[in-house]
């Protein structure tokens, strides 16, 4: 009986462990099929169409290589707005770095009410990238902006901040940086609570400076959020686009035409769909290089 | 760790395979079933389709897309549907702006809708991709069967979504660009209300320098920003003569070179607010009606909103054609836009859709559109007491109107467009800089649009 059992147990286990190891594959199955759908799907059209020319202007869509990328990186237009978006990343970075790991410490340290700033900071995150673009406006504005009107109590000039493209970049980094930095709080401030408190106070007690504190302990410890921070800092400012459109249009001359919203106005406006795939993939390569970058730097440092 | 990346592997391909399936079906059905939701799905031809609705009476039910809730007629079909109990009308609205797109992605599934408004410079880019239906032969047989209705239309109705012969749609409504003033600044002022642009600088500085104009406050307002279409642009260039080739505007032209010198000027004088160059057309339009402008070139469908909020019509604000150019009278023209209702190359039902267009442009119909938002093409509206009456400047504007020539366009319009905006914001940033030059450097890049 017991010899019996033993030799039918043989694939029966065997089909149990599968199906034990199915499970899962399962049950996320929906969801991998989710994001297949909406995102894998559009991406790898996107990524075909940026080899067809497929625009209103032309009849079918015939297979040209690698024309658009030849055509982009030809065109005035499009390294304008390269060189702009580059711009507007490293500095929304680096301001959205900064102020997000000073807020986290902030709010790290925060005993009383903790739990409602923690929320407070998160409101720009919440708020519309519409509601936004309106507010920065506002504030902005030659004539009736907040910004102007404090310049003006201090008795300084006016600044035209829409109509002069430098500073019209200025405050879009601005606007994307207000919203993006929440989150990067968050990520930041939760690296932050993982560290052992103990470490911080034997280094107290060992007579170690802020400084110290800092740059020997707090930061080594959390490479790995800020790796993570960085990632979600970089994808959020190369793909900001419901912001700009509002606040500047990608105006004045194109100084705030980042690549996003060169991708709209080529692929919506001009209804140049494939050189809009092609400005889509440029995109995706910055991103996905940048990803790879920060990892392989947080991991060593880890 | 393998065997577990080559499982989700596997299972990311079947999705794929599965999505990739999905739509290629549903496309094909897409094509074959719903277009124009016949409730009989025997009959598989467009043309015999169209036979049973006419012969018998077969319910159809026609999709249409208004750019702007606007446009909509007040009673929502509720008539049309009581007159034609056959036909079911859905309307839905899909805004101007994304129009073309959203269509050449239903028409690609083959779920376009029957009628959707667009920009009526868009037409000869969709004529390219085949998309769009060739109403001529109804157009024919209604004026035969019914010349008083068809004779009612202005040439305009047609002409604005005719291209390479055929007529694609009906222009219901027509959109002309007015000069407007504060004829109670130009009184107190002392001055003529311009009628030449070289006036319209002249008045500028005069009212600048009166003293009339506080702080805030300045003599003309214009539409400069990225995020707006440089249609009043273009609508002044067509204003002062400007010559188009083949739907292209030619800017190294007299006509050209003095628009340029017009906006350097307006920027050197200081008659526009000085954060021009990122204003969108609400708030050209805000500085207007907020008394922060004394002149403006506007839509017409905005004309209620001034009467609303700014004044009574002559009491502080009138309404006249654009000026003309010094020494070009001659080639001085009243232009318009339009937002033409197209048709669908993919309908089956050409004499439902035109009993929709029919009832759109009818005068019942479209009178109650016409009061309250843009003029019609519809003459018998335009000329009604009752007309006059809602909208006064009409009276005076009305031989203009007739005439009004639409803004050209070609199968490269949304790129010409880009180049012209990149034109005016150089021109306002640049005031010092030769107009000939200026004009010559975008020139070359519109040529090069080909």
């Excluded at chain 1, 400005?279 to 991103?287: G, S, Y």
């Amino acid at each position: 009986m017991s010899v019996n059992q033993q030799v039918t147990a043989g694939p029966s286990t065997k089909s149990s462990t599968f199906r034990k190891k199915s499970v899962p594959y399962l049950l996320i199955f929906p969801a991998v099929l989710f994001v297949a759908g909406v995102l894998a799907y559009a991406v790898i059209s996107g990524i075909l169409l940026s080899f067809f020319q497929y625009d209103l202007n032309t009849i079918g869509r015939p297979f040209v290589w690698f024309q658009n990328y030849i055509y982009l990186f030809t065109n005035s237009a499009f390294l304008n707005s390269l060189m702009r978006s580059i711009i507007f990343v490293a500095l929304s970075v680096i301001i959205g770095l900064i102020l997000g790991l000073a807020f986290a410490i902030s709010l790290y340290r925060t005993t009383k009410y903790g739990d409602f700033f923690k929320g407070l900071s998160l409101i720009p995150y919440l708020v519309s990238g519409v509601a936004t673009a309106v507010m920065f406006r506002f504030m902005f504005a030659s004539d009736v902006g907040l910004i102007n009107m404090i310049l003006d109590t201090f008795g300084l000039e006016q600044v035209l901040f829409l109509a002069d493209p430098n500073w019209a970049l200025f405050v879009t980094v601005l606007a994307n940086v207000w919203g993006i930095v929440p989150f990067t709080v968050l990520i930041l401030l939760s690296g932050i609570q993982a560290i052992d408190s103990e470490l911080f106070e034997a280094a107290i007690v060992d007579g170690a400076s802020k400084l110290n504190l800092l740059f020997k302990i707090l930061l080594p410890l959390i490479s790995p959020m800020m790796g993570i921070a960085l990632i979600w800092l970089s994808f959020a400012s190369f793909n900001m686009f419901d912001v700009i459109l509002p606040l500047t249009g990608g105006g004045p001359l194109r100084a705030t035409e980042y690549l996003a919203v060169y991708m709209y106005n080529v692929a919506f406006t001009e209804f140049q769909y494939s050189l809009g795939s092609t400005v889509m993939v440029v995109i995706l390569f910055f991103n996905v290089t940048l990803s790879v970058i920060y990892l392989k730097i947080f991991k060593s440092a880890e | 760790m393998k065997k577990n990346l080559l499982f989700l592997f596997v299972f990311l391909l079947i999705g794929m395979l599965t999505l990739a399936a999905c739509s290629s079906n549903g496309g094909e059905e897409d094509a074959s079933t719903d277009e124009g939701s016949v409730d009989n799905d025997s009959n598989d031809s467009g043309e015999d389709n169209e036979q049973a609705s006419s012969d018998d009476g077969e319910n159809i039910t026609l999709t249409v897309w208004f750019g702007r809730g606007d446009f909509i007629p007040e009673d929502n079909f509720e008539t049309f549907h009581e007159e034609n109990p056959n036909i079911t009308v859905e309307t839905d609205v899909i805004p101007l702006e994304q129009s073309v797109s959203d269509f050449i992605r239903n028409f690609n599934a083959g779920n376009a809708p029957d009628i959707f408004q667009t920009y009526h410079e868009n037409i000869p880019a969709l004529n390219t991709q085949n998309a769009l239906y060739d109403m001529t032969s109804q157009y024919e047989e209604w004026e035969a069967n019914d010349p008083d209705s068809y004779n009612k239309l202005m040439p305009q109705a047609f002409d604005v979504t005719s291209y390479d012969g055929a007529i694609h749609g009906l222009g219901v409504h027509m959109g002309p660009r007015w000069h407007v003033y504060r004829n109670d600044l130009f009184e107190e002022a002392g001055l003529d209300f311009p009628e030449t642009w070289d006036d319209v600088i002249e008045s500028g500085i005069a009212l600048r320098d009166s003293g009339l104009l506080e702080d805030g406050q300045y003599a003309y307002a214009i539409v400069a920003g990225a995020d707006n279409a440089p249609n009043w642009f273009q609508s002044q260039f067509q204003a002062m003569g400007g010559e188009y080739v083949d739907g292209v505007p030619q800017m190294d032209t007299e006509a050209g070179h003095y628009l340029i010198d017009f906006y350097q000027t307006l920027k050197k004088e200081e008659l526009i607010h000085p954060e021009s160059i990122s204003w969108t057309s609400g708030e050209m339009r805000g500085a207007f009606i907020g008394e922060n402008a004394a002149m403006a070139t506007i839509g017409d469908n905005i004309f209620p909103v001034i009467k609303e909020d700014l004044s009574e019509y002559g009491e502080k604000w009138v309404a006249s054609t654009q000026p003309h150019r010094p020494g070009a009278e001659d080639k001085w023209r009243p232009n318009a836009s339009s937002w033409p209702m197209v048709v669908s190359q993919d309908i089956e039902h050409p004499e439902a859709v035109t009993k929709v267009l029919q009832y759109l442009i009818d005068t019942e119909t479209v009178r109650e559109v016409a009061h309250r938002y843009q003029p019609t093409t519809n003459s018998e509206v335009m000329t009604e007491q009752e007309y006059f009456e809602a909208k006064p400047w009409q009276e005076e504007l009305a031989e203009p109107f007739g005439e009004a020539e639409m803004i050209p366009s070609s199968t490269v319009h949304p790129q010409v467009m880009s180049v012209l905006l990149e034109l005016m914001q150089y021109t306002i940033t640049n005031p010092d800089e030769d107009p000939a030059s200026i004009a010559e450097t975008y020139q070359a890049q519109l040529d090069d649009l080909g």
